[in-house]
């Protein structure tokens, strides 16, 4: 169970200041991964080979392709965008939409519901162009809301920077450990930093797309909320290994 809390006393599953904007995102993207080929729950897409194929024909269409994306063809420039709602597995969508649930609510309330929808978008757009312009060559599709999360998670960090963070972990017998929020993102980015420095071109995960998304995430919530509105709260959540 995933709970979380401002510090101040109010619950934030109940109210009307209820997070609908993290709430439609994960149900969009689950709902679309359910009913596209990725779930292999649709019969309409077929089995075995067939399904293999719609898969991928699914991802180049509605993923960014970054040596396609700089053809000119007119449907490129919203490939960043519908990317953001594609996953490849079960995994990639449970784990994006975990992160999404334990700190977009919070996020979400500080921000507002309209400027937390447009910098959920803007970041994860922003945030697959770097990957895309640093790979320009490449022919991996890439897709997720893993641009958009980890921006989520740099604007968190400055703005509960006293937050807590209880996380279980798989390698300590899933004991549950208690630490602050900034110490486990900024541990997250170590991770990333040092992953895409080791990254190729191989098919993998889009590392070098999740650092310029926490970074863009930060530098906003710093430059557009400054010192005053940083808020000291609590957040408790139970997390496995699985990342954006």
């Known amino acids: 169970m995933i709970e ?3 510090g101040r006393g109010r619950p934030w599953m109940a109210g009307p200041g209820r997070p ?9 993207c689950c709902l679309l991964f359910v009913i596209g080929p990725a779930s292999g729950l649709n019969p309409g897409y077929g089995t075995g080979g067939r399904l293999v194929e719609a898969q991928s024909t699914y991802f180049e269409r509605w993923g960014v392709v970054p040596s396609a994306l700089w053809s000119g063809a007119p449907d490129q420039p919203l490939a960043p965008l519908t990317a953001l709602f594609v996953h490849g597995n079960w995994l990639h969508l449970l784990g994006n939409m975990l992160f999404l649930y334990v700190f977009g609510a919070m996020t979400e309330e500080r921000m507002g519901r309209v400027q937390f929808a447009v910098f959920y978008l803007v ?5 697959l162009l770097g990957y895309a312009a640093a790979h320009a060559d490449s022919a991996q599709t890439l897709v997720g809301a893993s641009g958009s999360i980890s921006g989520v998670l740099g604007a968190f960090l400055w703005l509960f920077p006293r937050a807590r963070v209880t996380s279980l972990f798989p390698f300590l017998f899933f004991l549950p450990l208690r630490f602050p929020a900034w110490a486990v993102l900024i541990f997250w980015v170590a991770l990333q930093w040092l992953a895409a420095r080791q990254a190729d071109d191989r098919p993998g995960v889009a590392y070098l797309a999740h650092l310029v998304g926490f970074t863009l995430g930060f530098l906003y919530a710093w430059g557009r909320f400054g010192r005053t509105t ?3 709260g609590a957040a408790r959540a139970s997390e496995g290994e699985s990342q954006p």
């Open 20 to 28: 609908w904007v993290t709430y439609g995102l994960i149900v969009s």
């Open 4 to 6: 979380t809390s401002s």
């Open 123 to 127: 970041t994860g757009y922003l945030a």
């Open 230 to 232: 940083r808020v000291g």
